[in-house]
């Protein structure tokens, strides 16, 4: 019998469709009257168009003002991009359920946040601030005792969501901390990672990035244009013709943007935390990526180019997969992210930029591509790391550090690099 009822459950949770998601009220028109008034004569396919076209300008040149205020700025962008997305997604969760009033879902909401925060910032800073934290005792013990901490903390929160359970809302509930923590997993994650790239060097957060705004916009516009054939039912909008349009704009872009940003110690040196001026830095003699080299043509397009050789940065044989990935697998994001909206019956996760959504809206695909690039790091690029070795060393205790120095004059010596007598 018990098995009998089991499949029934079964069977109707089967039979649920996505039309018994509640309704979410209709996002608000965010665009500027003057902007209204300006473009009223249009309808409303050139309207969105002038409207997405004068925004995206607006943000790339704020996205360059960023830039040029240096990587701390940058940094507090990704953490704001961040928090803004983490609340537009949560925020649909609590419209779409708004009617059951869940206990504490929005406050453990933000507290989860800023515990995972303080996990993964904590860990930055552990790696990359050693020097400054050795210097600061009260430091120290966060330091040390990080991860207990942070665990502390998220059991604290776990505990409030257990005894915030309330009868017939189990199943409800339950949801929505999974909710929460997918969320978290999709935007704190990976802006943590974007912050590790930055750290790797500016090019490797700018060429990424910047393929995929290019890509987006290139798309944009053949599938405007040219589009005819449709590329994917999620996405009604998108077409095979903006897709392969998007493909090879994206990637010459990203193959001439990476010339240029390899010519500059600025974007391509690692950034570091000087502690004696209290300054990031980005100085340094750039790596083999970084230095001009001869290839040869491949005798196939020797006949057409006219080149037998050509002189190229190795970092832009890099872009190529950098802004391949960001136009044929980067869109899956925004394909994802169509899927999720269509299932909660929205049409963007907010009205935050006019034309363009909210900030979810254009960071879909970032996500995507920040998670590839570290990968793409620490497959091919990344070797071992001299000075964030030294960093560690300095940490440990006078008998630890006393310990590798006889082991490592111990292994020059076998290897005939030291005389026994040094």
Same mark, same amino acid.
Not at 146 to 167: D, E, P, Q, W
């Given at each position: 019998?018990?098995?009998?009822?089991? *499949?029934?459950?079964?069977?109707?949770?089967?039979?649920?469709?996505?039309?018994?998601?509640?309704?979410?009220?209709?996002?608000?028109?965010?665009? &500027? *009257?003057?902007?209204?008034?300006? @473009?009223?004569?249009?309808?409303?396919?050139?309207?969105?168009?002038?409207?997405?076209?004068? @925004?995206?300008?607006?943000? =790339?040149?704020?996205?360059?003002?960023?830039?040029?205020?240096?990587?701390?700025?940058?940094?507090?962008?990704?953490?704001? #991009?961040?928090?803004?997305?983490?609340?537009? #997604?949560?925020?649909?969760?609590?419209?779409?359920?708004?009617?059951?009033?869940?206990?504490? +879902?929005?406050?453990?909401?933000?507290?989860?946040?800023?515990?995972?925060?303080?996990?993964?910032?904590?860990?930055?800073?552990?790696?990359? +601030?050693?020097?400054? /934290?050795?210097?600061?005792?009260?430091?120290?013990? @966060? #330091?040390?005792?990080?991860? !207990?901490?942070?665990?502390?903390?998220?059991?604290?929160?776990?505990?409030?969501?257990?005894?915030?359970?309330?009868?017939?809302h189990y199943r409800l509930q339950f949801y929505m901390f999974a909710w929460t923590h997918v969320t978290l997993l999709i935007t704190v994650t990976q802006s943590h990672l974007v912050i590790q790239n930055l750290f790797e060097g500016m090019i490797w957060f700018l060429v990424p990035i910047s393929s995929v705004i290019c890509n987006d916009i290139t798309a944009y516009i053949?599938?405007? +244009?040219?589009?005819?054939?449709?590329?994917?039912?999620?996405?009604?909008?998108?077409?095979?013709?903006?897709?392969?349009?998007?493909?090879?704009?994206?990637? #010459?872009?990203?193959?001439?943007?990476?010339?240029?940003?390899?010519?500059?110690?600025?974007?391509?040196?690692?950034?570091?935390?000087?502690?004696?001026?209290?300054? !990031?830095?980005?100085?340094?003699?750039?790596?083999?990526?970084?230095?001009?080299?001869?290839?040869?043509?491949?005798?196939?397009?020797?006949?057409?180019?006219?080149? *037998?050789?050509?002189?190229?940065?190795?970092?832009?044989?890099?872009?190529?997969?950098?802004?391949? +990935?960001?136009?044929?697998?980067? &869109?899956?994001?925004?394909?994802?992210?169509?899927?999720?909206?269509?299932?909660?019956?929205?049409?963007?996760?907010?009205?935050?930029?006019?034309?363009?959504?909210?900030?979810?809206?254009?960071?879909?695909?970032?996500?995507?591509?920040?998670?590839?690039?570290? /990968?793409?790091?620490?497959?091919? =690029?990344?070797?071992?790391?001299?000075?964030?070795?030294?960093?560690?060393?300095? =940490?440990?205790?006078?008998?630890?550090?006393?310990?590798?120095?006889?082991?490592?004059?111990?292994?020059?010596? *076998?290897?005939?690099?030291?005389?026994?007598?040094?």
């Open positions: 019998d018990l098995e009998v009822d089991l *499949e029934e459950r079964l069977g109707e949770l089967d039979l649920r469709s996505d039309s018994d998601v509640p309704d979410v009220p209709p996002p608000t028109d965010s665009t &500027p *009257e003057i902007l209204k008034k300006a @473009l009223s004569g249009l309808s409303a396919r050139w309207k969105n168009w002038w409207i997405r076209g004068i @925004l995206t300008l607006a943000m =790339i040149s704020m996205f360059f003002l960023v830039i040029y205020l240096g990587s701390f700025m940058l940094m507090l962008l990704v953490l704001s #991009i961040q928090v803004k997305c983490y609340h537009e #997604i949560i925020t649909i969760g609590y419209r779409v359920y708004h009617s059951y009033d869940l206990p504490w +879902f929005r406050s453990l909401s933000w507290y989860f946040l800023l515990c995972v925060n303080y996990f993964f910032y904590g860990e930055t800073v552990a790696d990359y +601030f050693a020097t400054f /934290v050795q210097r600061r005792e009260q430091l120290q013990f @966060l #330091i040390r005792y990080h991860r !207990f901490i942070s665990f502390a903390l998220y059991l604290t929160g776990f505990c409030m969501f257990v005894l915030s359970l309330v009868k017939k053949f599938g405007f +244009f040219f589009g005819r054939t449709p590329l994917i039912k999620l996405s009604p909008k998108k077409t095979w013709e903006g897709f392969i349009g998007g493909f090879f704009s994206t990637v #010459i872009f990203g193959f001439i943007f990476s010339y240029f940003l390899a010519q500059h110690q600025y974007f391509v040196c690692p950034v570091e935390y000087n502690s004696e001026t209290n300054r !990031f830095v980005t100085e340094c003699e750039p790596s083999e990526l970084f230095q001009m080299k001869k290839y040869s043509v491949p005798p196939l397009l020797q006949a057409v180019l006219g080149w *037998e050789t050509v002189n190229m940065y190795p970092f832009q044989m890099h872009s190529i997969a950098l802004s391949t +990935f960001a136009s044929l697998i980067g &869109p899956f994001g925004g394909f994802f992210a169509s899927g999720f909206k269509r299932a909660f019956k929205i049409k963007d996760f907010a009205d935050t930029i006019p034309g363009h959504g909210g900030i979810m809206d254009r960071f879909d695909c970032q996500y995507l591509m920040a998670t590839f690039v570290h /990968v793409y790091i620490t497959s091919f =690029i990344r070797g071992p790391n001299p000075s964030k070795l030294l960093k560690q060393l300095l =940490i440990l205790q006078p008998e630890q550090q006393l310990s590798v120095y006889k082991t490592l004059k111990s292994h020059l010596v *076998e290897k005939g690099i030291l005389q026994p007598s040094l």
